[in-house]
């Protein structure tokens, strides 16, 4: 059977699940929230990673309803977490370009508040740099009816894109996610560094969180506390955890 058969199958019996991983504010080391990432536990092949299944399911438009599982999923869990008195909790998910299309998005949102009882702004949205640049226009609209719904918008795999400054001061977003190629190298990598410097200094003055991703080393960390960096994610604080594990890490934070 074709992948996409596959796909389609898994999302029929429940073969897709959510793993979270910790956002940290980068001086303090505290919990500030998680992303959901999408796994899929195919019945045979085992854990397949979204490498080998989001491209497929992007090219056939099966992403819409997975990614609307994924947020579904993601929004009840954070709910009971909330409930089980693990507070400011903010999630993120991950929104593809298809989705962002979607012109029913911004409704399908707001009714998987209403059904699992998220408040909205417990929910950051991700979409990538170029699938923001993608078609403009129509981002602003969605960026905008987003915003007003009461969620966060967060730019993903920043720097990767062609997102030019006056694009990012007219865009009604909350957070720039330095993309990790440009952790990777710090702190010895001088290109790295300078363009991280500026990404986070054009970020403050625009008021926008910085958040850097695949962060590995204690001297990348340290690197990014020094230039100013506000949030952390990556393997050295945490890879992403199952639900249970995740309930361990919020338990023994309390
Ligand atoms: O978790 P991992 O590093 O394996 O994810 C690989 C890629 O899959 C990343 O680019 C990530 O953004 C993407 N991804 C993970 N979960 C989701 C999801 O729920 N929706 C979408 N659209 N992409 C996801
Ligand atoms: O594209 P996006 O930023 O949504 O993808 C996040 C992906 O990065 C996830 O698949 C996650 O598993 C992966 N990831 C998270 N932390 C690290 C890290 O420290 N190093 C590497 N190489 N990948 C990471
Ligand atoms: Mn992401
Ligand atoms: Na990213």
Same mark, same amino acid.
Not at 151 to 161: E, V, Y
């Given at each position: 059977v074709s992948l996409e058969t596959d796909l389609r199958r898994g999302l029929e019996r429940n073969e897709f699940l959510v793993h979270y991983q910790p956002r940290l504010e980068a001086s303090t080391g505290r919990l500030r929230g998680m992303e959901a990432?999408?796994?899929?536990?195919?019945?045979e092949s085992g854990l397949v990673p979204p490498s080998q299944f989001i491209p497929i399911a992007e090219e056939s438009g099966l992403i819409v309803p997975i990614g609307l599982w994924v947020l579904e999923a993601a929004c009840r869990q954070t709910r009971r977490w909330l409930d089980a008195g693990f507070?400011?909790?903010?999630?993120?998910?991950?929104?593809s370009v298809r989705q962002f299309k979607d012109a029913g998005l911004v409704q399908k949102i707001q009714n998987v508040l209403i059904r699992t009882g998220l408040p909205a702004d417990h929910l950051?949205?991700?979409i990538t740099e170029s699938g923001l640049m993608n078609?403009?226009?129509? +981002? !602003?609209e969605v960026l905008a009816e987003l915003k007003n719904l009461g969620?966060?918008?967060?730019?993903?795999?920043?720097?990767?894109?062609y997102s030019s400054l006056s694009y990012l001061k007219r865009l009604p977003i909350d957070v720039l996610k330095i993309d990790r190629s440009f952790v990777m190298g710090l702190p010895q990598e001088r290109s790295d560094l300078s363009i991280v410097n500026a990404v986070v200094g054009m970020a403050r003055s625009l008021g926008?969180?910085?958040?850097?991703?695949?962060?590995?080393s204690n001297d990348q960390l340290s690197t990014l506390v020094s230039i100013g960096c506000d949030e952390v994610q990556g393997y050295l604080l945490s890879r992403?955890?199952?639900?249970?594990?995740?309930?361990?890490?919020?338990? +023994? !934070?309390?």
């Open positions: 990432l999408i796994r899929w536990e195919h019945p507070g400011d909790l903010k999630l993120a998910v991950n929104l950051e949205l991700e078609d403009i226009e129509r +981002g !602003m969620c966060t918008m967060a730019i993903d795999d920043f720097g990767t894109g926008l969180v910085t958040v850097a991703e695949g962060v590995e992403p955890l199952t639900v249970p594990e995740f309930h361990s890490y919020l338990t +023994g !934070m309390k």
